[in-house]
């Protein structure tokens, strides 16, 4: 005879071992691809380091009374705890759809308007180093492009820090976190936009993540060529047109402190950042 208890042991058992097959695959994968990632710390994953993925898991996957409770769960109660979801943009209305950020925003400046103009339009960033400068594509990214003009016109990115660069795997400056701790967003997220056929070559400005459709504030600019080596999760919304030679700069000097992955050793303050449509 089969005891409650027994039972909830057996549960316990099943849940670990499956958890045991994720974090194997996980390990796998991560050893032959990189990710950018935003929130619940800084989850970059550079050629062969694996870390992302348990930290976006959360819990511990080895605690039996863990995996008993997590087996033993209510699936409403878990549904119900899990986020909103954003909805992809309507091109028959021309809406956007931006859902509350569970771990709150790091500058509250409320959430764009969602009807928005999926135009072309140009993003200009004044910087202590110079002025870099992006053609962002408002046609296949709109609700991106209008997240950031939003957020642009509200004075989210002023004086603000780029805090990581990556030199080694994956050659990229992300910028767009108010904390400069890589958690930070804007208390809202949306949908990923234009990845069917991502390219990240050099000069493609993209959007950074923690998982599908959790893009927030924080972006990166490519300077190497990474179209082999990041996989089509982080939505393309520009191209840098002027100011790459001020990335270039960043990058020679080098993080802080050595390494590959980290603060850029030559700091980038966002002074303002405008943007306009395209003529």
């Given at each position: 005879?089969?005891?409650?208890?027994?039972?909830?042991?057996?549960?316990?058992?099943?849940?670990?071992?499956?958890q045991?097959?994720?974090r194997?695959?996980?390990?796998?994968?991560?050893k032959?691809?990189?990710a950018?990632?935003?929130?619940?710390?800084?989850?970059?994953?550079?050629?062969?380091?694996?870390?992302?993925?348990?930290?976006?898991?959360g819990?511990?996957d080895?605690?039996?009374?863990?995996?008993?409770?997590?087996?033993s769960?209510?699936?409403?109660?878990?549904?119900?705890?899990?986020?909103?979801q954003?909805?992809?943009y309507?091109?028959?209305?021309?809406?956007?759809d931006?859902?509350?950020?569970p771990a709150?925003?790091?500058?509250?400046?409320g959430?764009p308007?969602?009807?928005?103009?999926?135009?072309?339009?140009?993003?200009?960033?004044?910087?202590?180093?110079?002025v870099?400068?992006a053609?962002l594509?408002g046609?296949?990214?709109?609700?991106?492009v209008?997240?950031f003009?939003?957020?642009?016109?509200?004075?989210?990115?002023?004086?603000?820090?780029c805090?990581?660069?990556t030199?080694?795997?994956?050659?990229?400056?992300?910028?767009?976190?108010p904390?400069?701790?890589?958690?930070?967003?804007?208390?809202?997220?949306?949908?990923?936009?234009?990845?069917?056929?991502?390219?990240?070559?050099?000069?493609?400005?993209?959007?950074?993540?923690?998982?599908?459709?959790?893009?927030?504030?924080?972006?990166?600019?490519?300077y190497?060529?990474?179209?082999?080596?990041?996989?089509?999760?982080?939505?393309?919304?520009?191209?840098?047109?002027?100011?790459?030679?001020?990335?270039?700069?960043v990058?020679?000097?080098g993080?802080e402190?050595?390494?590959?992955?980290?603060?850029?050793?030559?700091?980038?303050?966002?002074?303002?950042v405008?943007?306009?449509?395209?003529?």
């Amino acid at each position: 005879m089969v005891t409650g208890k027994d039972r909830q042991k057996q549960l316990a058992r099943e849940h670990h071992e499956r958890q045991q097959a994720a974090r194997l695959q996980r390990e796998r994968a991560a050893k032959r691809t990189a990710a950018i990632g935003t929130t619940a710390g800084v989850v970059v994953v550079v050629a062969g380091i694996v870390a992302a993925a348990i930290f976006l898991t959360g819990g511990n996957d080895d605690d039996p009374a863990t995996a008993a409770a997590s087996a033993s769960a209510n699936p409403a109660e878990s549904a119900a705890a899990a986020p909103a979801q954003p909805l992809p943009y309507d091109k028959g209305t021309g809406r956007c759809d931006y859902v509350s950020d569970p771990a709150g925003g790091a500058k509250d400046v409320g959430k764009p308007d969602p009807k928005v103009a999926a135009a072309p339009a140009v993003m200009k960033i004044d910087t202590n180093l110079g002025v870099i400068q992006a053609d962002l594509d408002g046609a296949k990214a709109p609700c991106t492009v209008g997240s950031f003009t939003h957020l642009a016109s509200k004075g989210y990115f002023d004086n603000t820090k780029c805090h990581r660069l990556t030199t080694e795997g994956i050659k990229v400056l992300q910028c767009g976190d108010p904390t400069a701790t890589g958690s930070g967003g804007p208390g809202y997220r949306f949908v990923d936009e234009n990845l069917e056929g991502a390219a990240y070559k050099r000069g493609v400005l993209a959007m950074a993540n923690s998982g599908p459709n959790t893009n927030g504030s924080q972006f990166f600019i490519v300077y190497g060529d990474e179209t082999d080596t990041l996989p089509d999760s982080y939505t393309p919304f520009g191209t840098i047109t002027k100011g790459l030679d001020v990335v270039d700069k960043v990058a020679k000097a080098g993080v802080e402190g050595g390494g590959g992955d980290g603060a850029p050793k030559q700091a980038v303050e966002i002074k303002d950042v405008t943007i306009t449509g395209k003529s």
